[in-house]
């Protein structure tokens, strides 16, 4: 969607707001994904999540797009961070959560690679670049 910016002559798209989840289980390790190679920033490792429908609530699209990608209920969860990112191609709100409770066993549902790992080994992956302020603040051992 393309809004016209009425202060120059030219098109500009919408920041886009996305429900990031910093998923933990009872080791306090955390739940990543591998993006398609096909989608934005393809390749890359992110933690689970996506797009606000419109008019939805933060907390209902995080419930949403874990319930679609990995097939759990969210219990419990409060915010970590949020993150602004201008990736050129696509500017990007990420209002990053915290998932400290969930019923199910998480599984890639849109057949994605997963797996847990511990907050030290996140320096391990490649991410996107919105992410470096997601990973510095679990490594300064916020929750
Ligand atoms: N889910 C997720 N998205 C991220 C992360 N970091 C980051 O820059 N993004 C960006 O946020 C945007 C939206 O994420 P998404 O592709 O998961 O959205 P979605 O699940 O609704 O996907 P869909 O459009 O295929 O339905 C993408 O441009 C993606 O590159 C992250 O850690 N997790
Ligand atoms: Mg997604």
Known sequence: MLAKNPDENCEVAPVVHVAVAVIFNAD?????????????QGGLWEFPGGKLEAGERLGDALK?????????????????????HDYGDKQ??????SVT?????????????????????????????ANVAIVNVL?????
């Open 28 to 40: 306090q390790q955390i739940l990543l994904t591998k993006r398609h190679a096909s989608s934005h």
């Open 64 to 84: 949403r797009e874990l319930q679609e990608e990995l097939g759990i209920d969210v219990l419990s969860h409060h915010s970590l961070l949020r993150v602004e």
């Open 92 to 97: 990007v709100l990420l209002d990053v959560h």
């Open 101 to 129: 409770g969930f019923t199910g066993q998480p599984r890639a549902r849109e057949g994605q690679p997963m797996r847990w790992v511990s907050v030290t080994e996140l320096v391990d992956y490649d991410f996107p670049k």
């Open 139 to 143: 490594l300064d051992g916020k929750r």
